[in-house]
């Protein structure tokens, strides 16, 4: 007992403040961005590309990455002979809506881009968040992810992020939950368990897709055994990209579902 | 017994049944075999000489030889060999003789294989859909060539059977495949009477990916990506096994500072899985204090995998070849600190859990795994190690530079929870050694020999030692440096069968303990 103590004491608070106090991410290997200027559409990395994320418009020449798709396998940078291609440190990369995961890095700007809807879906919003208040309980889904993203969304139950510091918890069972937090390509055998447990979650919910698997398929597109992406099957209400998102990024992913960053 | 010794054995017994004796990679040793007397020389070859049946997969090699191949590959762990039987079918007689009733490992090969390639094995006990649940049409077997890999197939409506206990009082618990924690998808279907489970039968595969054929025809780079993706935590040891098959096919040697940076990258993800597996175990025994202390410790390794490669699951550090980067320049003295760190606290929290009665109470005989059992199923890793099972890639395929570097493998005999969490505590001191050694032994020197080209239809195995245990490769290389056929082999598919039978007699609440100290993974079966 006695050592159990001396181990509290010496170890008081690990948690960070994430998302009050921004995090040091200068180790971090994060989304790859391109520089326009630099860029002389060679082609090379569209062409090798794992994912088959980075895409060139041959009528605008333009050259886009794919965020939803994107394994950040730093491959682009690698094989980038101009060295237009560089990977960034940037995390936060969840959105609401997947045409600006697909724009990046040209388009940005969340409020001018017109999808349907839109007035109903703030309405929903709005109703939800007062439905919810300050509590929101989640229930993960793996519908065929590798496990890495499953490790990282326990990584939010360690002593470094300690996710119930901002009243949020991991509930046993969809029946509880607001919030599906669904990881994977949404594979053929997993694709009922995917249905019936948003049935059985109770309105209003929230879905995430965590990482490139549930946003697009990621490398694990056009399989005679997955889906491409979660949307096909439910809708979504945040694009996590990553492979895996870091457990900050999801943190950051479940407050913006909840509009609160 | 040396490959020379092994040819003139197997010369001698079955001199006219062999075909053609082809030694392939300094380690493996191929004979071609006629289907008829394939289970005998099988049977002789687990029985007489005692090596196990470590992979069994078919390959459909209609464009080259006109037919499919059956390789069952046995592996002799004194010597380092590997005999590989390889056995053609013809497309009109799609049938193998069932080897499951001799050698249980084989049960679920065979059963892979029958969903995968429609090979039907004569006489199997239990010749059950694995791969594929109820929502599969019958006649569709996607690693046949013909089979295009984008076509989404008609869901069908057929009912599951599972094995059935009957008697009185006896009742069947469903569970999953959502779970209630956070972790992957599997059905378990338990039979119990009371407390105690009398059976337990675990349909997984819902993970699925068709990763297999997702890899044929696309090139060697980009399988790469897919082979780090095959299981999330383990994803340096998969890479490494793919990086090993294609060194070797491409007659590559790998630069000594890659080699030793390998090492301790291996180590590294090894070392982060079982702080993670050891806190699980506590976490369902209900011990919060020691739960935070491993992930505490865990949370230092995934910062220190920061420090050394901004991944936190070491994607993208390998490469065919050698690795990515000097990852290790300036990095000794952050290595050394954070590794102290880690071998001090976990000195500690050990000591407190070992001196926690009621914890030992709960971990001590629950869930043995008998070591019969675990050597006729083949389970490798921790979980085969505390039942008596004292295999180790390291020690008996050495690849990287483990030969030169000093460390022992655990031996437990007990099978039960608490041995397999003394050889995930032992481990992981033995990992933290084997990095510091590699670290101060380190020379300077090139770090990448590029792959640049692959000669069409040579095969090679890459094995190494994840956190779960043996996970072997095999690598069939195709025209315009492609893949024609990737054979994944993960520990956990060796395991899964085995943890089933660890629960036997145990009760019900005892399950996600057991389940967490073998801590298996779903999507690196199911592939």
Not at chain 2, 171 to 180: N, S, T
């Amino acid at each position: 007992m006695f050592d159990i103590i001396k181990k509290i004491v010496k170890y008081p608070r690990l948690t960070n403040n994430y998302p009050d106090k921004a995090l040091d991410s200068s180790l971090f290997i994060g989304s790859p961005e391109i520089d326009t200027d630099k860029c002389k559409l060679c082609g090379e990395c569209v062409r090798r590309c794992p994912s088959g994320a980075i895409k060139i418009n041959t009528v605008s020449n333009s050259i886009t990455i794919d965020y939803a798709q994107c394994v950040f396998c730093v491959l682009c940078e690698e094989v980038c002979r101009s060295g237009a291609a560089k990977m960034t440190n940037k995390f936060e990369l969840a959105t609401k809506n997947k045409v600006i995961l697909q724009k990046s890095p040209w388009v940005i700007d969340e409020n001018n881009i017109p999808y349907e809807s839109q007035a109903l879906d703030d309405l929903l919003q709005s109703k939800i968040k007062k439905t919810l208040g300050r509590s929101l309980h989640i229930r993960e889904v793996d519908a065929g992810s590798c496990n890495g993203c499953d490790y990282e969304i326990n990584g939010l139950n360690n002593p470094f992020n300690d996710l119930e510091r901002l009243g949020i918890s991991f509930v046993a069972s969809p029946r509880h939950a607001d919030m599906l937090l669904v990881t994977g390509t949404a594979t053929r055998n997993m694709q009922l368990a995917l249905l019936k447990t948003y049935a059985a979650t109770p309105d209003p919910k929230l879905v995430v897709a965590v990482g490139a698997c549930a946003c697009s398929g990621g490398i694990f597109r056009d399989s005679y055994a997955t889906n491409n992406g979660i949307d096909s099957l439910v809708p979504v209400d945040v694009y996590i990209p990553g492979c895996p998102p870091r457990p900050q990024a999801i943190l950051y992913g479940i407050l913006k579902a909840l509009d609160k960053v | 017994m040396s490959m020379l010794e092994l040819k003139s054995v197997l010369a001698k017994k079955f001199a006219e049944c062999i075909s053609n004796y082809t030694l392939k990679n300094s380690n493996e040793l191929y004979i071609e075999v006629d289907s008829p007397v394939t289970y005998n020389i099988c049977s002789y070859i687990y029985q007489e000489l005692g090596y196990p049946l470590i992979s069994m997969f078919a390959a459909d090699e209609k464009q080259l030889i006109n037919s499919y191949a059956v390789y069952y590959v046995f592996a002799d762990r004194q010597e380092g060999l590997l005999l590989i039987v390889k056995t053609m079918v013809k497309a009109n007689k799609m049938e193998i003789t069932s080897l499951s009733k001799i050698i249980p490992a084989a049960d679920l090969y065979e059963r892979e294989i029958k969903d995968l390639f429609g090979i039907n094995p004569l006489g199997h006990p239990n010749p059950k859909r694995l791969v594929f649940h109820s929502n599969w049409p019958d006649g569709k077997y996607p690693l046949r060539k013909e089979f295009n890999l984008k076509q989404k197939l008609d869901f069908v409506q057929e009912k599951i059977s599972f094995q059935k206990v009957e008697g009185k009082g006896v009742y069947e618990i469903p569970v999953g495949p959502v779970h209630a924690g956070i972790i992957e998808p599997g059905h378990f279907r338990f039979s119990v009477a009371g407390e105690p489970i009398i059976n337990l039968e675990a349909q997984l595969f819902y993970v699925n990916k068709g990763l297999e054929k997702l890899c044929e025809g696309q090139s060697i780079e980009k399988c790469f990506y897919i082979a780090e993706r095959i299981s999330g935590d383990e994803t340096f040891a998969n890479s490494l096994a793919y990086c090993q098959a294609i060194e070797k096919i491409a007659g590559i040697t790998v630069p000594q500072r890659a080699q030793y940076t390998r090492v301790i990258f291996t180590e590294l993800e090894r070392l982060t899985s079982h702080l993670g597996d050891l806190g699980g175990i506590c976490l369902d025994t209900g011990y919060g204090f020691a739960t935070f202390q491993f992930r505490m410790m865990r949370g230092w390794a995934y910062n220190l995998a920061d420090e050394l490669c901004g991944m936190r699951f070491l994607r993208s550090v390998n490469k065919p070849g050698g690795i990515r980067k000097d990852f290790m320049v300036g990095k000794k003295s952050i290595l050394l600190k954070y590794l102290q760190k880690i071998k001090k606290e976990l000195e500690d929290t050990v000591d407190i859990i070992k001196s926690h009665s009621m914890f030992i109470d709960r971990v001590e005989n629950t869930g043995i795994l008998k070591p019969k059992i675990a050597a006729d199923l083949n389970a490798v890793g921790p979980g085969g190690r505390a039942s008596g099972q004292c295999n180790d890639v390291r020690k008996s395929f050495p690849y990287a530079v483990y030969d030169k570097l000093e460390f022992e493998i655990p031996k437990h005999y007990n099978g039960d929870v608490n041995c397999r969490m003394n050889t995930k505590i032992e481990e992981c001191f033995t990992s933290i050694s084997l990095m510091i050694q590699a670290i101060e032994n380190m020379p300077e020197g090139k770090i990448l020999e590029p792959v640049t080209r692959v000669e069409p239809y040579r095969f090679a195995f890459g094995m190494t030692e994840a956190p779960r245990g043996e996970n072997i490769h095999w690598i069939m290389t195709g025209e315009h440096n492609s893949i024609y056929r990737y054979k994944i082999r993960t520990p956990s598919f060796c395991n899964w069968p085995a943890l089933c039978h660890a629960v036997k007699g145990n009760i019900v609440p005892d399950f996600p303990l057991i389940n967490k100290s073998f801590n298996l993974s779903y999507a690196g079966n199911d592939l």
